[in-house]
Structures are given as C-alpha cells and as structure tokens.
C-alpha cells in the first residue's frame, strides 16, 4: 500500500509539472520574440526613385512653355488657341517617341491629380476663383495641347489609351516626313544638353565714378557668347564683348563728350524659367579711354532678367533688362573707378 501511494504521489507531481511547464513555454517564447525582433528590426524595402526620363522632361518643357507664351498674349476659347501654338508643338512631339509621349501624358496626368483636378471641378469647389486653379488650369492646357498634338502625329484614336499595340494605332498624319522620332530627344525650345551661339547687343546708361569727378553717360555693347545646356534649367556661357560709353563732362568753359570702352571676358549662368530667365554675370575687362588708350584691369558683376519667345529656323529672339557694377583697378595710369551700368539687352540664341 506504501508502495503504491508512493506511485501515486510521484505520478501526480510530474503531472502537474509537466502542465506547469506547458503554460510557461508560449509565455518564455512570447517574451523572447519581441526581444528577438528588437535585436533585428525588421525594415521594409526602400523603393528607388526611378531615373528621370530626359526625353519627357524635354517635351513637357516644351509644351510648358508654348502654352506660357500663348498664355501671355490673352487666352480665350481653347480650340483656337491651341491651334496657334499646334505647329511648334507637333515638331517637339513629331521628334519625340511614342513611349516618350505616353510617359509625358501620364506624368501630367498626375500633375492634374496632385493639383485637385479635373479643373472643372476644382473650380467650382474653390469659388469660381480662377486665381485659384491658376496651376491646375495650365497643366490641363499643357495636357490638351500634347493630347492633341499626338492625335495629329496619329498616335491612336485616342491618345489616353496607351495599351493598344503600335500596329493598330493610326499612322504619322501631320508629321514632316522627314522628321524622325528619336529617344535622344531633349526638347526644342531650351538649351538643354546642346550647343549653342549667342549673339546679344543693347544700349546702357552709365554713371562713372572716380575720385572728386562723377559723369553721367551713354552707349552700348555688343557680345558674342558659346553657351552648354547643362540640363533643361541652367546653361553656362562664356565669350568676348566690346562696349563704348559717352560721358557727359561740363566744365566752365565747355561741355565735351569724352569716350570710354570697355572690352571683357564674360561668364555667365543663366537659369531658365519657361519664358523668363535670370542670370548672373561675373566678367574681367580692360578699361580705356579716347584720351588714354593705355588699358587698366578690372572686374565686373552683374545681373539681368530676360523674356523669351519660341525659336524661329533654330534661333530663339530674347529681350531683357540688366544691371552691372565695374570696378576698375588703381594703376600708375589712372586712379581707380566705379562704374554702374544699367540698360536693356535683346539676344538671338541660336542652336547650331
């Protein structure tokens, strides 16, 4: 019977043992999880940007700037006014591919979406205020006019359906035959990723400051600029110019005209905004006059703001507004100088 109880006893207590440690096991393996998972957190994928397509960012600059220009001189029923500006903008889309033109018709209608559109109803939504769907307004006229240029360029029945196969789409109908598409295609309107000669010419107003004697003139200046796109904002240009002044010199006796000129090594970065630009101007010159023709160094900066228009035969027409600051160096010839120098500057950028 002792035997037996004994049995008993030690049957019962690896009984509940056994439970005991099954209610212990999940909690341990609940508390070393977390611990686990904080040694090693676990982190998702980080998804990479795609590249930029330069060939969509080079059409929608394109377009971008068409409707600008058109935008600028009044714009009223759609129809017609995409028609005036549907030459241009069939030689950007003529010149670039089918995907190309797809990828840009997706890429502004995210813009639409992203902005609040359609326009129609965003309208209506923020009060009837134009002012307010400024934005949203240009990217759908950016949208219809490339929509439409690739309906002429027969780029299916419906540009919006990208899914059809190039063999059910309509042919090239308006397209110059012997206009290519290309995947080198940067755009038309800008300098980007090219070569370009630039011819600039203006009149100026002056004012030349030296010790005891200010004078107040006139002239202007002609340059002559190679420029490199860097990208479809920003392009470098760098060359030579020759400029002249008139000075305003009264005396009690007389009143003379005495002639300065200046000849200088501009550099130039200029950043393009669509239409507008804006460029800063960083030059060394040689200073000299009719009556001294011995030359003293001196530096130059300056700034302009341009506007320009669509390129006509290769050559892009800009007119612009400029100001400089000319600091002429101390020699044994003549004293130092400070000459301010504002006036306006028409140029013809022209892709060769």
């Known amino acids: 019977m002792r035997g037996s109880r004994g049995k008993a006893h030690a049957l019962a207590r690896g009984a509940a043992l056994a439970a005991l440690a099954a209610i212990l096991t999940p909690s341990a393996a609940a508390t070393a999880a977390p611990s686990s998972a904080a040694a090693t957190p676990s982190r998702a994928p980080r998804e990479e940007a795609p590249p930029r397509d330069l060939a969509v960012v080079g059409l929608l600059v394109d377009l971008e700037k068409m409707i600008e220009v058109q935008q600028s001189l009044g714009w009223t029923i759609d129809r017609y006014e995409l028609d005036e500006i549907m030459s241009p903008a069939l030689m950007s889309v003529c010149s670039a591919t089918p995907e190309t033109r797809v990828a840009a018709l997706a890429a502004l209608d995210r813009r639409i979406l992203e902005l609040g559109g359609p326009v129609e109803e965003a309208f209506q939504r923020r009060g009837g205020d134009l002012d307010e769907v400024a934005d949203l307004l240009f990217a759908t006229r950016v949208r219809a006019l490339l929509e439409e240029a690739m309906r002429r360029a027969g780029h299916g029945r419906d540009a919006r359906d990208a899914s059809d196969p190039p063999a059910t789409r309509e042919t090239s109908t308006e397209c110059p035959f012997w206009l290519r598409p290309s995947p080198a295609f940067r755009g038309r309107e800008t300098d980007a990723y090219r070569t370009t000669l630039n011819l600039e010419g203006g009149g100026l107003g002056a004012l030349e400051a030296t010790p005891g004697r200010v004078l107040l003139g ?135």
Do not use: C
């Open 218 to 352: 006139a002239g202007g200046s002609a340059r002559l600029l190679l420029g490199r796109g860097l990208n479809e904002r920003w392009t470098f240009l760098a060359g030579g110019e020759f400029g002249g002044t008139a000075q305003l010199e009264q005396t009690e006796t007389k009143t003379r005209f005495p002639l300065s000129f200046t000849a200088a090594l501009p550099m130039v970065l200029r950043y393009h905004a669509r239409t507008w630009h804006y460029e800063g101007e960083l030059a060394s010159l040689a200073y000299f006059t009719q009556d001294d023709l011995r030359v003293s160094p001196g530096l130059r900066i300056g700034a302009l703001i341009g506007v320009s228009t669509l390129r006509v035969r290769g050559i892009m027409p800009w007119a612009g507004l400029g100001v400089a600051v000319e600091h002429v160096l101390e020699t044994h010839r003549r004293p130092a100088q400070w000459n301010l120098k504002t006036g306006a500057r028409v140029g013809f950028d022209w892709d060769f």
